[in-house]
């Protein structure tokens, strides 16, 4: 276990200083979905990995919400757009099996994001993520292909329409108005992020597997040849100990695998029922009660992806020759998230110029410390 030393503590401070900071106001990323990496498990050939994608849903706990005032009001101007047509098929989800089955790869996978319209405006987190992708290695961008961006108000879904193909609109019936900001854990906040547990088990009941993301995670390679064959969920960590299918992990649902079966379906029905046995804990705190007694109940393999390679800034990978994503954790405010992120992008591009000899030797690091990372 490599999980005591000092560098590992400080990030879990800065959580939870974090989380009370955004408990007074603004943005509220969090994220928590498990994540286990097996590098060892190299079943995912990192050539083919896109037919290989098979991850499931995470839950983070970023993001949705995220947005500084002045973002926001923006978002709310540019509100006006007309909401997509309401889908004929009676189904209550709308056009989503169409959106899936269009985006899914061969074998039912597909990735997925969900934004607000502060994160669709340009210069935006949906533009880094894009461009993460795009400045990415080893066919990352294909993956591009098979990602649904899940929206939830009608701003959002057209700027989502403008810039990609998978966009779908999410509809509900709760009356929270998603462009605004929600307070941690205010009623609107707890009833986001259940809204966003529930549709994700509506994706495994029609038989996809999804790997969930949140916008503010950079795409550099291909995160699926990290999760194994083996896992029903894999999900990623704030803080990594070590050991893949330890518990003992701090998982982060703004990345999360779930591979589509009657179990992972029975794990999220549990998850949904502790809504109410553990009133008024969103859904990471219920992830935590139930992971033991479900994971044993349902024979559920949970993998912890390791931060060597699945990062954030609540643990982050130094080693550029390694990390496949970074998810801007421990960081509250849209404009906090946008420097960084920003700053790591410049970074990246910079290593992806070098020559083989520059990056082995460890020639190009991160600027540290930034607002949030270090
Ligand atoms: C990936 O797999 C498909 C079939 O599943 C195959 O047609 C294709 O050539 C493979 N691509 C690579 C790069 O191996
Ligand atoms: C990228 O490389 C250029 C040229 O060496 C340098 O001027 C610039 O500061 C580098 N940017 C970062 C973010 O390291």
Redesign the pocket.
């Known amino acids: 276990m490599k999980g005591g030393d000092v560098s590992s503590i400080s990030p879990l401070v800065s959580f939870v200083l974090g989380a009370a900071m955004a408990t007074v106001c603004v943005l509220f990323f969090m994220s928590a979905s498990p994540t286990r990496r097996l590098a060892d498990i190299s079943a995912f050939s990192s050539a083919n990995a896109t037919n290989d994608l098979r991850l499931a849903s995470s839950d983070s706990h970023n993001g949705v919400a995220d947005g500084n005032a002045e973002e926001t009001a923006a978002a709310a101007e540019v509100t006006a757009s007309p909401a997509p047509a309401p889908a004929e098929a009676p189904s209550p989800w709308g056009d989503l099996e169409e959106v899936l089955r269009r985006a899914a790869t061969k074998d039912r996978t597909v990735v997925m994001t969900q934004i607000n319209a502060a994160w669709t405006r340009p210069g935006s987190l949906l533009d880094l993520f894009f461009e993460s992708f795009r400045t990415g290695e080893g066919g990352v961008a294909r993956l591009l292909d098979h990602l649904v961006i899940v929206t939830m108000d009608p701003a959002a879904y057209q700027g989502c329409q403008a810039v990609h193909r998978h966009c779908y609109f999410l509809r509900t019936s709760s009356g929270v108005d998603y462009r605004s900001e929600k307070m941690f854990m205010s009623k609107d906040y707890l009833e986001m992020m259940w809204g966003r547990n529930r549709f994700q088990q509506t994706v495994l009941e029609l038989g996809y597997n999804f790997l969930f993301t949140d916008v503010d995670v950079m795409w550099f390679r291909d995160p699926f040849r990290h999760i194994s064959m083996a896992a029903d969920i894999a999900i990623s960590s704030d803080v990594y100990m070590g050991d893949p299918y330890s518990l003992r992990n701090f998982p982060n649902g703004g990345f999360l695998f779930v591979r589509s079966s009657a179990k992972t379906i029975d794990f999220y029905r549990a998850w949904q029922q502790g809504r109410w046995r553990f009133f008024g804990k969103h859904e990471q705190d219920v992830f935590n009660l139930i992971k033991h007694d479900m994971a044993a109940k349902l024979d559920l393999a949970i993998q912890f992806l390791d931060t060597t390679y699945i990062s954030g800034f609540c643990q982050l990978s130094k080693d550029l020759n390694k990390i496949c994503t970074l998810h801007a954790n421990c960081c509250v405010g849209l404009g906090a998230k946008l420097h960084d992120l920003r700053?790591v992008l410049?970074?990246w591009?910079?290593y992806t110029?070098g020559t083989t000899e520059e990056r082995r030797a460890g020639k190009?690091q991160w600027?540290l410390p930034g607002i949030c990372i270090h």
């Open positions: 700053g410049d970074v591009r910079n110029a190009f600027k």
